[in-house]
Nanobody, 123 residues
Framework: VQLVESGGGLVQAGGSLRLSCAAS????????IGWFRQTPGKEREFVAAISWTGRSTSYADSVKGRFTISRDNTKTTWYLQMNSLKPEDTAGYYCAANRGVGITIHSEAYDNWGQGTQVTVSS
């Protein structure tokens, strides 16, 4: 499966962005999609994940109540709506897919990754 993120950019604190993750390839079916973020010198951090059915989601405590993960009905594009952004949300954001593991915060469980999109939140 190929994943391509978009929607990153520069925003002021308190603002919003919506990231997209477009998936293609036969093997995208029945995949759990996760969003992770990473800043230089730090490990990749779990942000949110959604099951293939869309019925289950999970969020990191740091984004709960501010970020929402979703997908479109075609199950080929996933979104991360980010509201009330803070400077500490600044990072490269990556979507990832795993097939068979389900929702997990562990990045090593995801075997397909996009190239990432940069989000910068100014204070």
């Amino acid at each position: 499966v190929q994943l391509v993120e978009s929607g990153g950019g520069l925003v002021q604190a308190g603002g919003s962005l919506r990231l997209s993750c477009a998936a293609s390839g036969r093997s995208v079916g029945y995949s759990t999609i996760g969003w992770f973020r990473q800043t230089p010198g730090k490990e990749r951090e779990f942000v949110a994940a959604i099951s293939w059915t869309g019925r289950s989601t999970s969020y990191a405590d740091s984004v709960k109540g501010r970020f929402t993960i979703s997908r479109d009905n075609t199950k080929t594009t996933w979104y991360l709506q980010m509201n009330s952004l803070k400077p500490e949300d600044t990072a490269g954001y990556y979507c990832a897919a795993n097939r068979g593991v389900g929702i997990t915060i562990h990045s090593e469980a995801y075997d397909n990754w996009g190239q990432g999109t940069q989000v910068t939140v100014s204070s």
